[in-house]
Structure formats: structure tokens, C-alpha cells
């Protein structure tokens, strides 16, 4: 059941990315993500300047009147946002979880689908698939994806980006945009295969969640450190110069496996770290992506 305190977080979210998405990010997304080409639309009277090769001759010599061809974008995408629901994505030592940035960004993005006519859906996943909506246009669709991201408990800990990766190629028959929201702690060993293909199959986008903590740990003392996912607990002495040298080396080798495994695949990848602002981030996700064409 969804408390008074989630519903009115929904609200602001709401509010927010939808002022966002109509302020800077409708367009660029439109500019980004094309149609799969151009079809015909209706035919009008010829003005002076239109190109003759438009002409409609059939309806030209019924109506002895020139006519042109009118073509419109094919519009209609698919975007599927799914999201690592896993234990380690509720983790954040700023002002918002790993989770709560997911959630706004995917607000942004299935806002921005549905101003430009196209499909959104969304699969959250941890090591077992935790729950799918399949995709939809309408802002109350939308409504419905922010309220599912907010209220999501997750059955399970673990992270199974293999099977994220699996599930959203079975379901998804044609092309589409799939943005891949995780942190990614997992040995990447054991996703880069599906990541490739799922690259191949789909323009697969993928949104790196992290914290800063993940990457460097200050002189707290000792500290007690439980695994999000496996639950265990382990006594750390965070002052002692070589603990923090090897966390910084062990955080160093994860990063550089994770990385490797994107550009392998060649995956667009967009940085969203607790303690930076996603818009800045989307921002120059689609600039990249526009200078490129």
C-alpha cells in the first residue's frame, strides 16, 4: 500500500520531470531518437516552391487540380527502462539513493517518450525479475511507472543483470531504446555476453549508478561493513592507511571491468553519481549524441 509520504513524493516527482521534459528535454529526445523513417500522410494542393517529384499524379488527373504527397515521421518508438532493484541500488551517502536518482531520471525519460508518441515500459529486476509493465503511451501510463518505481519492495538482494539483460530480449520482438539503470556490481564476466547482444539487438543505453563512498573510504575507524546484498557483516579498521589503499585498488580493478564490459559492447553509457545533478548528465548524454548524428 502506497503511504501518504510516497504519494506525495510521487507528486513532486511528478511535477519535476515533467517541467523538465517540457522546459529542455522534449526536443533533444526527439532529435536523438528517430522515427524508423518517413510514410505517407495525406495528400494537399500544390504551392508554389514544393518539389514537382511530390506531386500526386493520380489524384492530379481526377481532380485536374495538382495535388502533392505529404510524408510524416513513422514516430513510434519503444523505450524500455529497466532497473536494478537490488539491494546495493538503495545505498547513498548524499542527499538521495542510488534508487532515487533511477527514479527521476526514468520519470524524465518515460515523460520525454510520451510527448513524442512513443511506447514506454518497465522492468525492475534484482537477481530474479521483481516486476514487468509492458509498454504504453499516456501520461497516466507514466503516472503509473513513477508510482511501481517508488513502491517497489524487491523479493530478492541480488544483482542478475544477465537475466535483466535475457528478459528484456525475450519480451521486446522489435527494436527498441532500452535504458539499462544499474550500478553494476557484478563481476562483468557474467553480463558481458547478454550486454553484447542486447547491444545488437536494441539501442541499448546504459545509466551508471554510483555513490562516492563506492570509490574511496575516509579515516571513520573502525567501522562495521554489511554486504547490501549477501547481508554478511565484517569489522573494518577504515584508519589504517593500507585497508583504504586496497579498498581504493579493489574499487579501481571493479571500475575498470565494468567499463571495459560497456565499450566491448559499445554501449552509450550516461554517469549518474548520488552526488550530481542528472540533469547535467542527461544534458550531455543527448549533446554527445546529436554532435555524433
Known amino acids: 500500500m502506497l503511504t501518504a509520504e510516497t504519494l506525495q ?36 494542393p500544390y ?75 518497465l522492468l525492475l529486476f534484482s537477481d530474479q525479475i521483481e516486476h514487468y509493465v509492458a509498454p504504453h503511451k499516456g501520461r497516466n501510463h507514466v503516472l503509473r511507472l513513477i508510482r511501481d518505481l517508488m513502491a517497489a519492495e524487491p523479493v530478492n538482494r541480488g544483482t542478475g543483470l544477465a537475466l535483466g539483460l535475457r528478459t528484456v530480449n525475450r519480451l521486446l520482438k522489435r527494436r527498441a531504446i532500452v535504458f539499462l539503470m544499474s550500478d553494476f556490481l557484478a563481476a562483468g564476466d557474467s553480463y558481458v555476453r547478454d550486454l553484447q547482444l542486447t547491444a545488437r539487438r536494441h539501442d541499448l543505453i546504459g545509466v551508471v549508478l554510483s555513490d562516492p563512498l563506492e570509490a574511496a573510504w575516509p579515516d571513520a575507524g573502525l567501522v562495521a561493513l554489511r554486504d547490501a546484498e549477501t547481508g554478511e557483516v565484517t569489522w573494518r579498521d577504515t584508519a589504517a592507511p593500507a585497508w583504504r589503499e586496497q579498498f581504493g585498488q579493489d574499487a579501481g580493478r571493479f571500475r575498470a571491468a565494468r567499463d571495459a564490459a560497456l565499450a566491448q559492447a559499445q554501449v552509450d553509457r550516461i554517469d549518474v553519481p548520488t552526488n550530481s545533478d542528472y540533469v547535467l548528465a542527461l544534458t550531455r548524454f543527448f549533446q554527445g549524441r546529436t554532435r555524433r548524428g
Open 47 to 121: 504551392e508554389p516552391g514544393d518539389d514537382v517529384r511530390d506531386i500526386d499524379w493520380n489524384v492530379t488527373a481526377r481532380t485536374g487540380t495538382p495535388f502533392v504527397k505529404r510524408y510524416v515521421e513513422e514516430r513510434e518508438l519503444t523505450v524500455m527502462l529497466a532497473l536494478d532493484v537490488s539491494a546495493s541500488t538503495f545505498f547513498g551517502t548524499h542527499t538521495r539513493q542510488k534508487r532515487d536518482t533511477a527514479v527521476e531520471l526514468g520519470a524524465v525519460l518515460a515523460y520525454a517518450a510520451i510527448r513524442n508518441h512513443d511506447r514506454v515500459g
Open 9 to 44: 513524493k510521487i507528486r513532486r516527482i511528478d511535477l519535476r520531470t515533467r517541467r523538465l521534459v517540457e522546459e529542455s528535454f522534449a526536443g533533444e529526445y526527439h532529435s536523438v531518437f528517430k522515427g524508423r523513417g518517413i510514410e505517407f500522410d495525406t495528400v494537399r
